[in-house]
């Protein structure tokens, strides 16, 4: 069903072109993040905060079952591409509807270029590379991504600083095209595509879940769920402690998690997917802690490096996990299936997290707290579930 190439060279053009795009797509979106909390505010709707990341992360979990199905039907190139697209036109429409309700809709039509993009992305990664150097590819293509997330509330910070918010929305898009150029060039690897058609979009009940990736899908969830909070509430803890660029915080996110990835991926491979998450998540639950404590940028700052490291060894780490795990002829759907789990995490984390935190500084240790909780559950969970401890590869 796979192309699969007979050189011994596993890092090969195609897979660098691959990580290229995924940094310029991650960077499309995520320049956006630090600046939608105030942008929100200003339009009068600060009471919708949570759900920046929520109706984001929402639409991306209900397109992951078609995103897998047509991965693993249509192809993989075609699936990242559409993931690209949205990010373009969505970018270009922020400055156009200006009011809550279209400012609300336009974050629920995002959400899917995460849907796709990242399940193409991980499903044409999976065929190119050997299982034995699988976590280790992963957390290339983490690296990549990271790059990205990282540049990108930077570059978007310093945009919306010296010019305008609508520049920002426009560099965004031509992030978004520019991965899609690269992706033009990407040789597709699935050798019996089939053509779209309507009927690609019908899901049978076997679409929708891979019940062989059931152990790291529930790992993810409970994970995740720090993530969504995070990315909701550290807008407003930099403004709080007095941060006055709030993309610093995701950037030191993401360079602490960029710093880890390789090192995680590739102990994965060696050490077990599992022993790897069971340091991961108990550094979540750290990371939280620390960042519901703190009280000055400083503190925030490793509260917030910790929870990157901690990101950085759990992400490649399930993704990989996921991967041996699915039917050879149905990555797509064990990969969408991953996503589901950590999109219904994001989205929770993020909901929740804006609910309880309720413009209110007083609440934000309980709303880190209650992710630091989650974590743990997690990590218990690995310890003491015989299913998960015999899945050690």
């Known amino acids: 069903m796979i192309k699969t190439s007979s050189s011994t060279k596993i890092y090969t053009t195609q897979f660098w072109l691959v990580c290229l795009s995924a940094a310029l797509f991650f960077a499309s979106f995520n320049m956006l993040i630090p600046e939608l909390s105030a942008y929100l505010t200003s339009l009068g709707g600060g009471e919708y905060k949570g759900l920046i990341i929520a109706l984001f992360t929402c639409t991306a979990l209900l397109s992951r079952p078609f995103s897998g199905k047509l991965a693993d039907t249509v192809g993989r190139v075609p699936v990242m591409m559409f993931g690209g697209v949205v990010c373009i036109i969505c970018s270009l429409l922020y400055p156009l509807l200006t009011s809550v309700s279209g ?67 426009y560099t965004s898009s031509l992030f978004g095209f520019i991965s899609i150029i690269i992706l033009l060039s990407i040789k597709e690897t699935l050798s019996n595509k089939k053509q779209f058609s309507r009927t690609s979009l019908k899901l049978k009940q076997k679409d929708l879940f891979e019940p062989l990736v059931l152990v790291p899908c529930i790992i993810m969830l409970l994970s995740a769920y720090a993530y969504g909070a995070a990315f909701t509430l550290l807008p407003d803890l930099g403004d709080y402690v007095g941060i006055k660029n709030k993309g610093l915080l995701f950037t030191f996110l993401t360079v602490a998690s960029l710093a880890v990835r390789l090192i995680a991926g590739k102990a994965s491979d060696h050490f077990g997917r599992a022993n790897i998450l069971k340091v991961s998540t108990m550094l979540i639950a750290l990371g939280m802690l620390v ?72 609440n934000l240790f309980l709303s880190f707290a209650i992710c630091s909780s989650f974590s743990v559950v997690a990590f218990l969970y690995l310890m003491f579930v015989k299913r998960a401890e015999k899945i050690t590869i």
């Not at 899917?112 to 992305?121: D, H, K, M, R, V």
């Open 103 to 169: 400012f609300l809709l336009l974050r629920l039509m995002h959400g899917f270029s995460t849907g796709f993009t990242p399940t193409g992305l991980t499903a044409y990664l999976s065929d190119i590379i050997p299982a034995h150097k699988r976590g280790e590819a992963m957390g290339m293509l983490g690296t990549a991504g990271s790059v990205g997330m990282a540049a990108g509330p930077a570059i978007g910070g310093v945009i919306a600083n010296q010019f305008s918010l609508n520049s920002l929305f």
């Open 291 to 362: 960042i519901g404590l703190g009280s000055t940028p400083a503190h925030i700052m490793i509260g917030v490096s910790i929870y990157g490291m901690a990101q950085g060894m759990t992400s490649p780490t399930l993704f990989a996990w996921a991967t041996d795990l699915s039917d050879e002829n149905f990555k797509g759907r064990g990969i969408s299936s991953l996503y589901i789990f950590m999109e219904a995490g994001i989205g929770i984390g993020a909901l929740c997290s804006g609910f309880i935190y309720a413009n209110n500084p007083k």
